[in-house]
């Protein structure tokens, strides 16, 4: 998370409170220490030498204390045994030094204190200025957010605008930019859902529209002559059969897209080879499709750990969208192998007709063909190759396309890495 203006200031507010503080206490320490030692060596070298070694000299088994004045800073101290002086001593001197130190050392201190504090104030009183000035900004900004008649501006332009159509807020008020702005995203991710889901049930209304309309065809075709001919009758039920086929394909399509948008379908991963995988699917569609030339490279086992059924889902679909466009006799190949990252890339490649270079981009999107004719005789609804991709933007992974006109066209399954 970021952190605001304020609380940068405050913190800046903190480490100069906390470093004035240290600085003060160090210095005024360190000048006490000075002082007091020079007081003491001061009046140690004042001392008599004599009074203590006269002291030392004497058997005293007794003494006595006498002062003779009681000002703090006149008084004289004398010391003797029991009967005898022993020695005379007057302090006033050395102690009137030392208060005078001490009192140089109280002002020298409070000066220190004061001078500290005064540049510690000073720092603080700019960072607060500071503070000031972005409280008193959003203090302003709220209020003429706020205001009743900007409220009511921006509720009645929101109120006309229409979510199905290409509108957006305009209120031409600098203050409420960023509002605008957040709601103009939300309006373009309406109108695209939107645009998105009429774009579909257009288009599955489309192709359930061509099959239906055939079925109810070849019914009548069977309704007036089919009962007295033979070859009619066995040609319409033929029709009606790959009609039902393609209609019930269809209809399976769609409800695993309607699924997949809703959240309804889950993968179950589980560890399995890649490698054995794709030789399945291999040795499928030669058994299914013995009109092409069905070829596969794949000789390392790739463990993987991922849904079984769904990735064969969508391998199934780009070996059948390549025989759909892959002339007869043509070559088909299956290649299984790692990246030079680690990554899992399973491509299909075909020998066919190739996609132009403008219809590359829209491939994976429901119900786009590029030549509808030929996917319609191909019995294609433009929605596998829109199942392949969601199902490897489940696992993480994308769909990667290389085509080139009249040559063929390779979609490569492409899974990421997985962490140990």
Not at 192 to 203: G, I, L, N, P, W
Request: with cysteine; proline share 4%; glycine share 8%.
């Amino acid at each position: 998370m970021r952190e605001g203006k304020t609380g940068v200031a405050t913190r800046k507010i903190l480490a100069t409170q906390k470093s004035a503080m240290g600085w003060t206490l160090f210095l005024s320490n360190l000048l006490a220490l000075a002082l007091g030692l020079g007081c003491l060596a001061l009046y140690y070298m004042r001392l008599y030498a004599g009074s203590w070694a006269a002291l030392g000299e004497l058997d005293v088994t007794d003494f006595w204390l006498h002062v003779t004045s009681f000002d703090p800073l006149q008084f004289k101290l004398t010391l003797g045994a029991v009967g005898q002086r022993v020695q005379s001593y007057d302090v006033t001197e050395p102690l009137a030094v030392f208060s005078a130190a001490y009192v140089s050392f109280l002002v020298v201190q409070g000066l220190i204190s004061a001078i500290s504090g005064a540049i510690w104030r000073g720092r603080v009183r700019q960072h607060l200025r500071r503070l000031t000035s972005i409280a008193e900004e959003a203090r302003r900004l709220g209020q003429e957010a706020a205001a009743p008649k900007k409220v009511a501006h921006l509720q009645e332009a929101i109120g006309h605008i229409q979510p199905t159509e290409a509108e957006r807020l305009h209120v031409a008020d600098p203050d409420l930019k960023g509002l605008e702005n957040a709601i103009n995203d939300l309006l373009d991710r309406m109108q695209a859902a939107y645009s998105q889901q009429s774009r579909f049930v257009s288009d599955a209304s489309h192709e359930l529209r061509t099959p239906i309309a055939v079925l109810k065809g070849y019914a009548d075709l069977l309704e007036r002559w089919g009962k007295d001919d033979p070859q009619v009758r066995d040609e319409a039920i033929a029709a009606i059969q790959t009609e039902a086929g393609r209609m019930s394909r269809l209809v399976e399509q769609l409800l695993f897209l309607a699924r997949g948008d809703s959240g309804r379908t889950k993968l179950n991963p589980a560890p399995l080879d890649l490698t054995d995988l794709t030789r399945e699917v291999f040795e499928e569609s030669k058994m299914i499709d013995p009109d092409h030339v069905w070829l596969l490279e794949a000789a390392e086992p790739i463990a993987y750990t991922a849904d079984r059924d769904m990735l064969k889902q969508a391998m199934r679909i780009l070996a059948d969208n390549a025989a759909k466009y892959t002339p007869t006799g043509g070559e088909i190949r299956l290649r299984a192998a790692r990246g030079e990252e680690g990554e899992v890339r399973i491509a299909v490649q075909d020998t066919g007709m190739g996609i132009r270079a403008e219809d590359a981009p829209h491939v994976f999107q429901r119900f786009y063909r590029a030549d509808p004719a030929r996917s319609r005789q191909s019995g294609g609804a433009g929605l596998g190759l829109s199942i392949a991709s969601w199902i490897l933007s489940q696992h993480g992974g994308f769909l990667e396309v290389y085509s080139w006109e009249g040559v063929g066209s390779r979609f490569t399954m492409v899974l990421p890495k997985e962490d140990k």
